[in-house]
């Protein structure tokens, strides 16, 4: 079963500072790989999708970086704001099957103004 | 565009009561499912289905029961409920292709079992 992995579980930085999330997978053979935001109460928001084919993706103050071959993807917030406060998760689509989707547990991330 | 709409947002059962989760999308999506989240478990699949009429289940089915009549619609019922399934209770959908459409999520149900 693949083993997806985020350190760490809480974090905590004051404002405007630059911050990555890490996201660990065990089987490197993966398709694609997905973050998610999650405020507290609400659904997930998806930030950025990563096709298999592409190592990075950027949305604004966000990047998110993917190394299949060390299993192993970055999300860097760039200028953190307060209102970036949620949990991140990361989820990788690994096989052929529809039920192929596994999720991180996710890092929870506090921005101090 | 509303995505995916999830009703109830709460619920509150008595053991041994039965109800649906109703899960709708209006962006064609071929891929449904559902999710519960608890508290140092993260997410966990239900039940999923992959187009109109295909139902499957995921790593934690029992209890629950899905169909899929149509392609916008794929409710969650509870046929008789148990406090172990106090939950936050999600609903996702993606298209494009199974394996790696983008996966949007309901904003969930939080049901509580006493």
């Known amino acids: 079963k693949q083993e997806v992995t985020q350190i760490p579980a809480a974090l905590s930085v004051p404002e405007g500072e630059n911050l990555v999330l890490n996201c660990s997978f065990t089987d490197s053979a993966i398709y694609n790989l997905q973050w998610f935001r999650q405020d507290p109460g609400k659904g997930l928001t998806s930030l950025l999708l990563?096709?298999?084919?592409?190592r990075e993706q950027t949305s604004g103050r966000l990047n998110a970086s993917l190394d299949k071959s060390s299993g192993r993807s970055t999300l860097y917030i760039a200028a953190s704001q307060p209102g970036d406060s949620a949990t991140y998760l990361c989820a990788v689509y690994k096989g052929t099957g529809a039920n192929n989707l596994f999720f991180g547990t996710g890092t929870r991330l506090t921005v101090i103004p | 565009n509303a995505g995916v709409t999830q009703t109830p947002k709460f619920q509150v059962l008595k053991t041994g009561q039965s109800m649906t989760l109703q899960c709708a999308q209006d962006m064609n999506h071929e891929y449904m499912s559902w999710y519960r989240q608890d508290p140092g478990m993260g997410l966990r699949l239900i039940h999923y289905s992959v187009g109109a009429g295909i139902t499957d289940q995921g790593e934690v089915p029992n209890g629950y029961n899905v169909s899929r009549s149509t392609t916008e619609d794929f409710p969650l019922r509870l046929l008789s409920a148990a406090p172990s399934q106090t939950s936050v209770y999600f609903c996702a959908s993606r298209g494009q292709g199974l394996l790696s459409g983008e996966l949007f999520f309901g904003e969930g149900s939080r049901l509580t079992v006493l």
């Open positions: 990563i096709q298999s084919s592409q």
